[in-house]
C-alpha cells in the first residue's frame, strides 16, 4: 500500500487528483467511484478547476456513489445526491444521466440494491474509487462489524457516526438512522482505491487500517488486501504512524 503524508486539505486534494489521472488514463469512458463527506471536496475542487482549465474532460465519465440515506430524497438538502450535484456534477461536464447514487427512496431495496452492482458489473466495474473514512474506521457507510465479503445493501449506522454526520442537520434526531451502502467486498473490486483523509479525529482510524489487523471491526483494514491503494493523509490524520511513508 502507498501512503503519502501531505501538509494540509489542498495539497491532500491535489494529489489525490494526480492519482486519480493516472488510474483512469488511456480509459475512453472512466468509471470512478465516488464519496462524500466534507474530506474528498478539495479533490473535487480540483476535478472542476482542471475542467474548468480546460485540461479535464468528464465528457465520457461515469460515477456509481457509495452511498445514501435511507429515507431521503434526492431534493433533500442533505442527500449524498444533492452533496455530488452541489459539490462536483455541477461544476464539471459530466452527463448526470450517468452519475448513480443509491436511491435513498427505493421502494425494494435488496431488488434496488442487486441492480446497482448489476449495473457496475456490466460496465465493467469502477477504475478509481475514493473513500473517505469514518473516525471509526467505516468505508462507505460499512460499519464496524460489516463483513469482508459485503455488498451493497441496507445497513443500520452506529451511534457514533449518527453523532459525526449530525453537524450537517438540524438536530441528532433528523439524522436518518440507515444507509443503502456499497459493501466491503464491491469496494474491493475496483482496480484501484485511494483512500483521504485528514484531521486528526482519523488518526486512530487511519493507524488501525494500515498497521493493525485486518479485521471487520476496523472496516478499512480490509483495504490491506487490494493490490492498487493509496492512502493520502494530512500530517494530524498520519500522527499515529510509525512504519515507512511516502513525503
Ligand atoms: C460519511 C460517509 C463516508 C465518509 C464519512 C466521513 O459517513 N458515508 O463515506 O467517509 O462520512 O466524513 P467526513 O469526510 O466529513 O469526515
Known amino acids: 500500500m502507498r501512503v503519502i503524508v501531505?501538509?494540509?486539505?489542498?495539497?491532500?486534494?491535489?494529489?489525490?487528483?494526480?492519482?486519480?489521472?493516472?488510474?483512469?488514463?488511456?480509459?475512453?469512458?472512466p468509471v470512478l467511484?465516488?464519496?462524500t463527506g466534507s474530506t474528498p471536496i478539495p479533490l473535487y475542487d480540483e476535478m472542476a478547476r482542471a475542467n474548468k482549465a480546460g485540461k479535464a474532460d468528464f465528457s465520457t465519465t461515469i460515477t456509481f456513489n457509495l452511498d445514501e440515506y435511507v429515507g431521503l430524497a434526492p431534493e433533500h438538502d442533505q442527500s449524498y445526491r444533492c452533496?455530488?450535484?452541489?459539490?462536483?456534477?455541477d461544476k464539471i461536464n459530466i452527463n448526470k444521466a450517468n452519475t448513480h447514487v443509491p436511491d435513498g427512496k427505493a421502494k425494494d431495496v435488496p431488488a434496488f440494491c442487486a441492480e446497482y452492482e448489476r449495473m457496475m458489473d456490466d460496465i465493467g466495474g469502477v477504475h478509481c474509487?475514493?473513500?473517505?473514512?469514518?473516525?471509526?474506521?467505516?468505508i462507505g457507510f460499512n460499519e464496524p462489524g460489516s463483513s469482508l465479503a459485503s455488498r451493497t445493501r441496507m445497513v443500520q449506522l452506529t451511534d457514533r457516526t449518527i453523532q459525526d454526520n449530525s453537524r450537517f442537520f438540524a438536530g441528532k434526531k433528523d439524522v436518518p438512522t440507515k444507509a443503502i451502502t456499497m459493501g466491503i467486498g464491491t469496494v474491493l473490486e475496483a482496480d484501484s482505491i485511494i483512500l483521504l483523509a485528514n484531521g486528526a479525529n482519523k488518526a486512530?482510524?487511519?493507524?488501525?487500517?494500515?498497521?493493525?489487523p485486518i479485521t471487520c471491526m476496523a472496516p478499512a483494514s480490509a483495504l490491506?488486501?487490494?493490490g492498487d491503494v493509496t492512502f493520502i493523509v494530512t500530517e494530524d490524520a498520519a500522527a499515529g504512524l510509525t512504519r515507512m511513508v511516502e513525503r
Open 83 to 89: 452533496f455530488m450535484n452541489k459539490n462536483l456534477f
Open 33 to 35: 467511484g465516488l464519496a
Open 6 to 29: 501531505v501538509k494540509d486539505k489542498a495539497a491532500m486534494g491535489k494529489r489525490a487528483w494526480e492519482v486519480m489521472q493516472e488510474a483512469i488514463m488511456g480509459h475512453a469512458n
Open 204 to 212: 486512530d482510524a487511519v493507524k488501525k487500517s494500515l498497521e493493525g
Open 129 to 138: 474509487q475514493v473513500l473517505g473514512i469514518g473516525s471509526n474506521g467505516h
Open 224 to 226: 490491506q488486501l487490494h
